[in-house]
């Protein structure tokens, strides 16, 4: 199994520890409350050393870490890196705690215990679905290889949208800074926003990004996509106005204009022809661009 470079492994070290020591001053305020005690952040999923699509949503979910009675899912044996009874965030920072835990963000879906609720399983639906349909997968080695981040690596109980220091946090110095810096650690084919509104962050981020027109899918005219291009990362970019891993992709339970119901947008089936929906215009696009 191919590793990260040593320069790689050097950025991603210290990435990791300036996104700790901005979890323990979240600890030590306000956040406190809805912080998962014993987690640590996780600043990506999946193997970076191949070069991959990136998607972006928020942050680790709860569901990635807690049962629905508020326990852990698993121990220090799972997929992230737990904190030892008594071990601060403060003592975690040792070069061998630092690794071990870079090794699962690579080695994240390789691992029992991952969180395929919401990534999807192999040749299932959700991210997945959607995925396998623009020619890429998390799982299947023969496809484009996928990575996934968030803009906030820190785990929360509740969903960050119904946090309302959210908007504080998107505009600290960390928030402004810390995601740009970290997509300068990967390989990448491009860029996928999973939502309309990590379409809009990421437009507020990198204002070098010169978008096209949002345009609908055909067949799916209420799944709603852009196209992009970063300058300064060398990148295209796209916006899903949806979310391939929640259910009816956050369009509620209506139909379209001709008449499917937004429950077919979200089978499995659906979202791999969304997926090569996506793929034929990107391809199209950047034909007519040359």
């Known amino acids: 199994m191919r590793t990260l470079t040593s320069g790689q492994l050097k950025r991603a070290k210290k990435l990791l520890t300036e996104a700790v020591q901005h979890q323990i001053e979240l600890k030590n305020g306000r956040m406190k409350e809805e912080l ?7 600043l990506w999923f999946g193997d970076a050393t191949k070069k991959s699509w990136l998607t972006v949503a928020t942050n680790p979910s709860a569901g990635q870490f807690l049962k629905k009675d ?12 737990l904190l030892d009874p008594g071990m601060s965030l403060e003592t975690y920072l040792t070069d061998d705690n630092l690794e071990q835990s870079i090794r699962k963000f690579n080695d994240y879906f390789k691992q029992k215990d991952i969180y395929k609720t919401w990534f999807g399983k192999e040749q299932g639906g959700k991210l997945e679905g959607f995925l396998n349909g623009l020619g890429a997968s998390l799982y299947d080695s023969s496809l484009q290889s996928v990575i996934h981040t968030d803009f906030f690596p820190f785990p929360t109980k509740r969903y960050m949208g119904t946090i309302s220091m959210r908007h504080e946090l998107e505009q600290s110095v960390f928030g402004q800074t810390f995601f740009m810096k970290l997509l300068a650690l990967f390989s990448l084919h491009g860029i996928i926003l999973l939502g309309r509104e990590h379409t809009d962050r990421f437009r507020k981020l990198d204002s070098s990004t010169v978008w096209e027109n949002p345009f609908s899918l055909p067949d799916y005219p209420d799944a709603v996509v852009e196209f992009g291009y970063s ?45 090569q929906h996506v793929r034929e215009k990107l391809e199209a696009f950047y034909e007519a661009e040359d």
Do not use: C, M, W
């Open 36 to 42: 998962i005690e014993g987690t640590t952040p996780v």
């Open 231 to 275: 300058a300064e990362l060398g990148l295209p970019v796209i916006g899903l106005h949806f979310k391939p891993s929640e259910q009816f992709l956050g369009l509620g339970s209506r139909v379209d204009e001709n008449g499917r119901s937004h429950g077919t947008y979200g089978s499995a089936n659906g979202l791999r022809e969304i997926g």
């Open 70 to 81: 508020g326990t852990l899912r698993f121990d220090s044996t799972g997929p992230f890196f």
